[in-house]
């Protein structure tokens, strides 16, 4: 066995170890975060924003003890949302009074229970990038309780060659469009303009080291130097003209995966993160940094097709985003397996091969890591929190407190 595989053999004996104190065998998938992983990434990344904040990215982490737990580390402060009904439950629950929806909404109901309390109201900051969002809202609530703080989305995007590199996200780019935006919301009566978004996604969420893919890294990493150039021209080339109009609560920007590129930029005032907690197999490639995986799936074997395959029931949970290999869930512990090239992660079965296949027996658990953060919680009601060899809680994600955003 290469010695690289040793530590996985440690880690799902040791998650074997502390699921086996529970009362009963939870069912299948069991989900699972090592807290002593996810309280290592938190420290880093706050030692990577090298004393600026970090909003927490909820869609990122789904589980609001999770959410509490990063919160209470000093350097995280307030909530990028996903949505405007998940923030507003967030703020109901007691989870943070900071909260940034990171999209645009068209959710009137939504906006009209914002309106409705003045208390929300000053907690909750919409995100826009067109008047078409400003007359939504409005028309949604016409006399809010309190005026609706707002901030303004701007891409952030790589320019080059006529090219746009990066997430298809605001239509605004240049700083007289965010100017003319700016004025609109600040002469509307009922909105505040409190802040700006810039998401560098080409950065943050692109990895640049993958052993196979040496030339793409390559690539990737003059990609991100070039937009990393780009962009602080242009945002404070913004900052210099909304500045003359009015003075912003903050400047959002980055990601788990550009902390360090992020903070150096004098016009971003606060990073955002989530995936950096958790770690899913998205992340283990990049250069600036080496995360610990902390978030984890169990399925049980339940056929052994071949002294060569081992199966385990279900499994099928695939990832957003372009389809492809890297969007699949990965064996992760015990070493030395892989899923098959025909029937890949399945709904109701996955076939693993690989040298590690023959050591498994009916009823063993294999552990997975997903490919992104926050979605695996999608797939079950509660999470196991480890820490050593136990189960300190078990808490529920968000569809076990009956939510799905």
Known sequence: MPPADLPRDALGARLDAAVATLPEP??????????????TNADDLVRRAAGKPLRLASKSVRVPALLRRALEHDGFSGILAFTLREALWLHEEGVSDDLVVAYPTVDRPAVAALGSSAAAAGAVTLMVDDVAHLDLVAAACPSPAAPFRVAIDVDAGLRVG?????????????????????????RRPGFRLVGIMTYEGQIAGVPDEVPSRRARSM???????????????????????IGGLVDLEFWNAGGSGSVETTTLDPAVTEV??????????????????????????????????????????????????????????????????HLTGLEGAGEVQTPLTGPGAA??????????????????????????????EAVTATVPTYRGCGRSF
Do not use: C, M, N
């Open 26 to 39: 939870p069912p299948t998938p069991v989900l699972v975060v090592d807290l002593d992983a996810f309280d």
């Open 219 to 241: 690539l990737v990493r003059r990609l991100k130097s070039a937009s990393i150039t780009q962009l602080e021209t242009r945002r404070a080339e913004i900052a210099a003209a």
């Open 162 to 186: 006529g090219q746009h590199v990066g997430p298809k996200r605001s239509p605004l780019y240049d700083p007289g469009a965010v100017v003319d935006l700016a004025r609109e919301v600040l």
């Open 272 to 337: 955002a993160a989530g995936s950096g907690l958790l770690v899913p197999t998205l992340f283990d490639h990049y250069q600036s940094f080496r995360p610990r995986p902390a978030a984890f799936f169990g399925l049980r074997v339940v056929r052994r097709p071949s002294p060569q395959v081992a199966t385990v029931h279900g499994g099928g949970f695939v990832a957003s985003g372009a389809a492809g290999k890297d969007r699949l869930p990965s064996p992760w512990a015990p070493s030395g397996l």
């Open 359 to 388: 050591r498994l027996r009916i009823g063993d658990t294999v552990w997975f890591r997903h490919a992104k953060s926050g979605e695996l919680f999608e797939h079950g009601t509660e999470v196991h929190l480890v820490s050593g």
